[in-house]
């Protein structure tokens, strides 16, 4: 998201989430405290949604109180009945109304954890946006991306719909955090990671620490560490671990690409992933010269121009969003 825009109720909400998940799980320093405070004093919209997600927290809490509760009684009803004899008809008949409570109070939770902790977060072409989840893990979004959040007693899910995104871990969680993109799952082991989904492959790059990645889901993990790259097909099949430079890789995070020798084809489909713009190519040729250099990502005309003026050649606008590349 560009800081010009304004934050949704949406994106409002999952910060108030995630501020009360940090607060509550005791890692909240001082300087944290000061930070939310800045931000619950922002608007009259931040405090109504902390008060809510607070609202909300205790009600979920009394609840588990009240389903933990009743599994106890229904189990330890099972237990003895186990043990004493009864008439038939009777044991069968609150046998069954056991496991339907413990059916209700399993659903009950289920339910209200499902709906403090599944999110969908998604960006339009040229936006990014950065979310804070609710366990102090950060996802940012590259433009033109989605993912589906899954937090669960049992582990931190995150399926990446389409697009890119990078993945900030918080540590001190015993729960695994698993990334999904395709056929294939990644697990982080270290600390960040950044995953894109196309069509026809996924790639995992390492910006710090250690993750394993499968291909598919069934298949043995690759550990690939800090300043590596890999990519998956649909069918599995994994490439070789391949170095990056770090800085380059991520550049977009600060709405820059950095090329090195790219052809310019993939210059400008790499460029066009941020803009609802025609760019026409008259000499095929043209496409295969290579393009070193640092380009805006929200700003294409000055990119393009930048591009032409590095390879001398000819760059006509030809509309309010299109434009015609020729030999000079």
């Given at each position: 998201?560009?800081?010009?825009?304004?934050?949704?109720?949406?994106?409002?909400?999952?910060?108030?989430?995630?501020?009360?998940?940090?607060?509550?799980?005791?890692?909240?320093?001082?300087?944290?405290?000061?930070?939310?405070?800045?931000?619950?004093?922002?608007?009259?919209?931040?405090?109504?949604?902390?008060?809510?997600?607070?609202?909300?927290?205790?009600?979920?809490?009394?609840?588990?109180?009240?389903?933990?509760?009743?599994?106890?009684?229904?189990?330890?009803?099972?237990?003895?009945?186990?043990?004493?004899?009864?008439?038939?008809?009777?044991?069968?008949?609150?046998?069954?109304?056991?496991?339907?409570?413990?059916?209700?109070?399993?659903?009950?939770?289920?339910?209200?954890?499902?709906?403090?902790?599944?999110?969908?977060?998604?960006?339009?072409?040229?936006?990014?946006?950065?979310?804070?989840?609710?366990?102090?893990?950060?996802?940012?979004?590259?433009?033109?991306?989605?993912?589906?959040?899954?937090?669960?007693?049992?582990?931190?899910?995150?399926?990446?719909?389409?697009?890119?995104?990078?993945?900030?871990?918080?540590?001190?969680?015993?729960?695994?955090?698993?990334?999904?993109?395709?056929?294939?799952?990644?697990?982080?082991?270290?600390?960040?990671?950044?995953?894109?989904?196309?069509?026809?492959w996924v790639s995992v790059a390492v910006l710090d620490g250690e993750v394993e990645v499968s291909g598919k889901l069934d298949s043995a993990p690759t550990p690939l560490h800090r300043?590596?790259?890999?990519?998956?097909?649909?069918?599995?099949?994994?490439?070789?671990?391949?170095?990056?430079?770090?800085?380059?890789?991520?550049?977009?995070?600060?709405?820059?690409?950095?090329?090195?020798?790219r052809p310019l084809k993939a210059v400008l489909e790499e460029l066009g992933r941020y803009h609802h713009a025609s760019i026409t190519v008259t000499a095929p040729k043209i496409l295969?010269?290579?393009?070193s250099g640092i380009f805006p990502t929200d700003n294409l005309p000055q990119a393009l121009q930048t591009i032409a003026t590095a390879l001398q050649i000819k760059l006509t606008q030809?509309?309010?969003?299109?434009?015609?590349?020729?030999?000079?």
């Open positions: 998201m560009h800081p010009t825009d304004s934050p949704s109720a949406r994106e409002i909400q999952a910060t108030a989430a995630a501020w009360l998940a940090r607060r509550s799980n005791g890692e909240h320093s001082a300087e944290d405290q000061r930070a939310f405070l800045v931000w619950l004093n922002a608007s009259e919209e931040h405090r109504k949604s902390f008060a809510k997600a607070e609202a909300l927290w205790e009600q979920m809490r009394g609840l588990d109180d009240i389903a933990d509760q009743q599994l106890a009684e229904a189990r330890a009803f099972l237990a003895n009945n186990r043990q004493r004899p009864a008439p038939v008809p009777a044991r069968r008949r609150y046998a069954m109304a056991a496991l339907a409570l413990i059916s209700a109070a399993a659903v009950w939770q289920a339910d209200w954890l499902s709906y403090l902790n599944d999110q969908t977060y998604q960006t339009a072409v040229g936006q990014s946006q950065s979310i804070d989840l609710a366990d102090g893990s950060r996802l940012e979004l590259n433009t033109n991306s989605a993912a589906k959040v899954h937090f669960s007693r049992h582990g931190r899910e995150v399926r990446l719909v389409y697009g890119q995104a990078v993945f900030t871990v918080a540590h001190g969680d015993h729960r695994p955090f698993e990334v999904y993109a395709g056929q294939g799952k990644v697990r982080d082991i270290g600390t960040q990671f950044d995953v894109r989904y196309n069509d026809d300043g590596q790259q890999l990519s998956y097909k649909p069918s599995g099949e994994v490439t070789s671990v391949q170095a990056i430079d770090i800085n380059s890789f991520s550049a977009w995070r600060e709405h820059k690409l950095v090329f090195q020798g295969y010269t290579k393009v030809t509309g309010p969003k299109s434009w015609q590349i020729d030999r000079r």
